[in-house]
């Protein structure tokens, strides 16, 4: 297998992991910055308060994009087979 071959793998797939998990992280982020927000304001410290409201919405939006997730998978994964002759040589 030719560097540019391997480098054109590489770089499709950390694409290919960067979209998958770029909206989890999204969500994640944005909700750890209104609660520490909320923290801020209300003095409250507490790290349970930080951690759950994170695993929560992460749940309910990756239940609503898991179907997105899987066909954008279920692609790279066809499209990856079907050219497995060039990545063999």
């Not at 560097?3 to 750890?32: F, N, R």
């Not at 927000?37 to 507490?46: E, R």
């Amino acid at each position: 297998m030719y560097d540019a071959t391997v480098l054109e793998l590489a770089k499709k797939t950390l694409e290919m992991v960067l979209y998958l998990s770029g909206p989890l992280l999204l969500i994640a982020i944005v909700i750890g910055v209104v609660i520490s927000l909320i923290q801020t304001i209300t003095s409250i410290q507490d790290s349970t308060l930080a951690f759950a409201p994170r695993v929560v919405g992460m749940f309910i939006l990756f239940g609503f994009i898991f179907s997105w997730m899987m066909r954008m998978m279920v692609t790279y994964t066809h499209d990856l087979f079907q050219d497995f002759n060039r990545y063999i040589r």
